[in-house]
């Protein structure tokens, strides 16, 4: 991220955060190549080569999407239909503020816009070190809410092969169309150039390694992507007020994700701030993935002490990060004034885990790498097309306009452009 504003550095990261990898990207160039020229032949011999996968069927029938619902328990089932709920009403709250308008700028000429819902979206249901069930509620229920007519889904094949039961019943309660079973680059190829019975789709989305998130960059223009995500990104800010026990706990729930996913500490209080810096160590080796963590902040954790509220919220906006959380006593001052985060949890009673098994309802695919300093995360309005449109309902309004028309075209030397408004006023008379 570059050096942090002023403030005192209580850890820095061994290392700084890594940027693009060639070898990757070049990899999956010659992989898309390869798949857009030969096709299903290509899927499948990269499947066979990358996950060991070659059935007769990609394809989930419909009787195995029912026998692996049929396995789930009822447990699961409960706690995934509440998530459902929130996911659903978060996205349908705001589809209602995304709205059709128009207005009559003035007298004869109105010009409006008309919220349009993508045709087809790919969604890349994650597989890998944690398949993350709840990546259907971002990923497909969301879509489905904005509109859009067809979701076809692609998740990878588990180690031996098979699909996890709850993510299939995930992907098909959210509203999927079809689950393929295929990962990585020839997933998203598949949905993106339309190879193995897919249609081609108009957006792909979803999380993945760093070759899914390469193939949605080169892919980008081909189809439309949600965001580039990189690995798990977590800041607090506390001051002297937090709970130092919870604060290390929050920071170090993110960075399972991996050993490349960064936290960071901003406090406004020194005391507070190494007490949390105590609580991580003590709380590491508690961990089942305490190896993974142990990495993760040892290379990637940083700690930064700021002189006051301001400070903190400058720290912060330079950090950029994909969650947030505020744990002070002025939470709703925060709110107000930091800007560049991927969503933002306040108080010492939310977490990020809440969000990201969409118990919240806000959607858990998220700027990472800074990306907070022009994009939100993904939401309807990613799967929705703002498109304006305009007429003239008299010809005063032609007699408004025109004559500016053709002194612009007479500037621009576009002569065709100029006869386009004079003709109109020749027909005025």
């Given at each position: 991220?570059g050096a942090a504003?002023?403030?005192?550095?209580?850890k820095?990261p061994a290392?700084?955060a890594?940027?693009a990898?060639h070898?990757?990207?070049?990899?999956?160039?010659?992989?898309l190549?390869?798949?857009?020229?030969?096709g299903?032949?290509?899927?499948?011999r990269?499947?066979?080569e990358?996950?060991?996968?070659d059935?007769?069927?990609?394809l989930?029938?419909?009787?195995e999407?029912?026998?692996a619902?049929?396995?789930?328990?009822?447990?699961?089932?409960?706690?995934f239909?509440?998530?459902?709920?929130?996911v659903?009403?978060?996205?349908?709250?705001?589809?209602?503020?995304l709205?059709?308008?128009?207005?009559e700028l003035?007298?004869?000429?109105?010009v409006?816009?008309?919220?349009?819902p993508?045709?087809?979206?790919g969604?890349?249901?994650?597989?890998?070190r944690?398949?993350?069930?709840?990546?259907?509620?971002?990923t497909?229920?969301?879509?489905?809410?904005?509109?859009?007519?067809?979701?076809?889904?692609?998740t990878?094949?588990l180690?031996?092969?098979g699909v996890?039961?709850?993510m299939?019943?995930?992907?098909?309660?959210?509203?999927?169309?079809?689950?393929?079973?295929l990962?990585?680059v020839?997933?998203?190829?598949a949905?993106a150039?339309?190879?193995?019975?897919?249609?081609p789709?108009?957006?792909?989305?979803?999380?993945?390694?760093?070759?899914?998130?390469?193939?949605?960059?080169?892919l980008y223009?081909?189809?439309?992507?949600?965001?580039?995500?990189?690995?798990?990104?977590v800041?607090?800010?506390?001051?002297g007020?937090?709970?130092a026990?919870l604060v290390a706990?929050d920071?170090?729930?993110?960075?399972?994700?991996?050993?490349?996913s960064?936290?960071?500490?901003?406090?406004?209080?020194?005391a507070?701030?190494?007490?949390?810096?105590?609580?991580?160590?003590?709380?590491?080796?508690?961990?089942?993935?305490?190896d993974?963590?142990?990495?993760?902040?040892?290379?990637?954790?940083a700690?930064?002490?700021?002189?006051?509220?301001?400070?903190?919220?400058?720290?912060?906006?330079r950090?950029?990060?994909?969650?947030?959380?505020?744990?002070?006593?002025?939470?709703?001052?925060?709110?107000?004034?930091?800007?560049?985060?991927?969503?933002?949890?306040?108080g010492?009673?939310?977490?990020?885990?809440y969000?990201?098994?969409?118990?919240?309802?806000?959607?858990?695919?998220?700027?990472t790498?800074r990306a907070?300093?022009?994009t939100g995360?993904?939401?309807?309005?990613?799967?929705?097309?703002?498109?304006?449109?305009q007429?003239?309902?008299?010809?005063?309004?032609?007699?408004?306009?025109?004559?500016?028309?053709?002194?612009?075209?007479?500037l621009d030397?576009l002569?065709?452009?100029?006869?386009t408004?004079?003709?109109?006023?020749?027909?005025?008379g």
């Amino acid at each position: 991220m570059g050096a942090a504003p002023a403030g005192s550095t209580l850890k820095a990261p061994a290392r700084e955060a890594e940027g693009a990898d060639h070898e990757v990207a070049a990899r999956v160039s010659e992989m898309l190549s390869t798949i857009e020229r030969e096709g299903m032949d290509a899927v499948r011999r990269y499947s066979r080569e990358l996950d060991g996968w070659d059935p007769p069927e990609l394809l989930l029938s419909d009787a195995e999407v029912a026998a692996a619902r049929s396995r789930i328990d009822d447990g699961f089932v409960r706690a995934f239909a509440d998530s459902v709920d929130a996911v659903r009403r978060f996205a349908e709250f705001q589809r209602a503020t995304l709205v059709d308008a128009e207005i009559e700028l003035r007298p004869g000429v109105v010009v409006g816009q008309r919220q349009v819902p993508i045709e087809r979206v790919g969604s890349y249901l994650p597989g890998g070190r944690y398949p993350l069930i709840s990546s259907p509620l971002m990923t497909v229920l969301v879509p489905r809410v904005a509109g859009v007519s067809s979701i076809v889904t692609c998740t990878p094949p588990l180690p031996g092969g098979g699909v996890a039961d709850a993510m299939v019943y995930a992907a098909d309660e959210c509203g999927a169309d079809a689950i393929h079973v295929l990962g990585g680059v020839p997933a998203l190829a598949a949905m993106a150039f339309g190879i193995g019975g897919i249609e081609p789709v108009d957006v792909v989305c979803g999380a993945g390694n760093q070759y899914v998130a390469e193939a949605k960059r080169q892919l980008y223009g081909r189809v439309g992507i949600d965001l580039l995500a990189g690995p798990s990104e977590v800041c607090v800010i506390c001051d002297g007020s937090a709970d130092a026990e919870l604060v290390a706990a929050d920071l170090l729930a993110q960075i399972e994700h991996g050993p490349t996913s960064p936290a960071t500490l901003i406090s406004t209080d020194e005391a507070k701030a190494r007490e949390v810096l105590v609580e991580i160590e003590r709380q590491i080796p508690l961990l089942v993935n305490r190896d993974v963590v142990a990495v993760a902040w040892r290379d990637h954790g940083a700690a930064y002490l700021a002189r006051d509220r301001d400070e903190a919220v400058a720290i912060s906006d330079r950090v950029g990060a994909e969650h947030l959380e505020v744990h002070t006593t002025d939470d709703a001052w925060y709110h107000d004034r930091l800007r560049n985060y991927g969503s933002l949890f306040l108080g010492q009673r939310a977490t990020v885990a809440y969000s990201d098994k969409g118990c919240t309802g806000t959607n858990h695919t998220l700027p990472t790498r800074r990306a907070s300093r022009y994009t939100g995360g993904l939401s309807v309005a990613k799967f929705l097309k703002t498109l304006t449109y305009q007429r003239l309902d008299s010809d005063d309004a032609t007699r408004a306009i025109a004559p500016a028309v053709i002194a612009f075209d007479e500037l621009d030397a576009l002569q065709a452009h100029q006869r386009t408004a004079s003709l109109r006023l020749d027909r005025l008379g």
